[in-house]
Structure formats: C-alpha cells, structure tokens
T-cell receptor
C-alpha cells in the first residue's frame, strides 16, 4: 500500500471549516483514499473514502486532486466533538485487500 | 445491532500470565481483525480472519494466537504476557468482500497493562 504524509497537528476554530491535507504521491491506480478518525482513545471511526472523484457524505467531504497525489478532508462546520486524530489511509482495491495501515495521523484541535 | 463488542475494557496482568481478549460482532461480517495501539502511535495489525476457520498473521503476530470457530467471535490469546504487550487492543470487522471499498468497524478497545 502507498504511504501517506499528514501534518502532525492542526487547530480549527469552532464553526469554521477544518481542512485536513494528506499527501500520497506514490498512490497507484487501484488504491482508494480512506479517512478514519479516533476520538480520545476510542476505536477508530470511518469517515469517508474515494477513488478519484470528490465525495461527500453527512460527516465530511473528500477532495482528491486530479493526479491523485494528494487529498483534503473537509469538515464543513467543525464542533468541539470533532477534536480527534484523523488518519488518511491508502488502501488497495483488489481482491484480498483487507488491511488498513495506520500512520500517526493529524491531531485536530477544535478551539471554542 | 450492538456492532463490535470487546471484553474486558481494562485488564492488568503479571508477566507470564495468559489471558484471552474477547471480540464479538453481530453484523454477520466475514472479516475480523485485531490491532494494537501503543502510546502516540497508529494501529498495527496483529492477526486477521477472512471467515470461520481461516486466520492469518498481520504485521506484529508474535506472542498472540487467534482462532475463528464462528462468524461472530474472534478471540485473541496472549500465551505468556510480557511488558512489551502493554497496549490498547482494538478488534475490527467488515463484510470482507476483499475489495478496497470494505468499511471496517472498530470496537471500543481493551486497555491491557502487563506488570
């Protein structure tokens, strides 16, 4: 699986959009970009994933650059409950692909 | 659905003791896995199973055994606990289609301390 690079920490004001970047310059054509988050040592929680098109769900939006070498997770109106460690994971889409490889992620602090 | 459940929530062991961490899911998921998370680190895969009767090793399998006799349960056994196994253990499950679009669901974790 391709490796990802994320900033170790970020701050965001409550009510503003949080934009979390991820670099995955070695991503291959059949690899998805996944985002999970972990709130205060709880189990990781799935947020969103995408292949090459931008995606949106009730939690967030995922913007993937046209060359697929980087992506941005957007939390449109951050709340204090969004304070967490956010993991960007690149995962192979082929048969037999099960493992999630977690890095250290980005610690997002939402400030009142 | 209860989702993925883990017991116990906390456990303290002495070096050399053995124990079993329990994991169960009620979503009829084929794929289940165990991760460990050390302080300030991401999760690392210990063992996984793609269905009842089938298990395989992950990144850090030494010192742990698993079995999968039913779809619902995937226990993790520590054979002889060592201080290096002090960690938080997470169980996860997914439908296990084997494609990268599987969403994995995680349990709340078991916090293990080995003295």
């Amino acid at each position: 699986d391709a490796k990802t690079t994320q900033p170790p920490s970020m701050d965001c004001a409550e009510g503003r959009a949080a934009n979390l970047p991820c670099n995955h310059s070695t991503i291959s054509g059949n690899e998805y970009v996944y985002w999970y988050r972990q709130i205060h040592s709880q189990g990781p929680q799935y947020i969103i994933h995408g292949l090459k098109n931008n995606e949106t769900n009730e939690m967030a939006s995922l913007i993937i650059t046209e060359d697929r070498k980087s992506s941005t997770l957007i939390l449109p109106h951050a709340t204090l409950r969004d304070t967490a460690v956010y993991y960007c994971i690149v995962r192979e889409a082929g048969a037999g692909s099960y493992q999630l490889t977690f890095g250290k992620g980005t610690k997002l602090s939402v400030i009142p | 659905n209860a989702g993925v459940t883990q017991t116990p929530k906390f456990q303290v062991l002495k070096t050399g003791q053995s124990m079993t961490l329990q994991c169960a899911q009620d979503m009829n998921h084929e794929y289940m896995s165990w991760y460990r998370q050390d302080p300030g680190m991401g999760l690392r895969l210990i063992h996984y199973s793609v269905g009842a009767g089938i298990t395989d090793q992950g990144e850090v399998p030494n010192g742990y055994n698993v079995s999968r006799s039913t779809t619902e349960d995937f226990p993790l056994r520590l054979l002889s606990a060592a201080p290096s196994q002090t960690s938080v253990y997470f169980c996860a499950s997914s439908y296990g289609t084997g494609r990268g679009t599987d969403t994995q669901y995680f349990g709340p974790g078991t916090r293990l301390t080995v003295l």
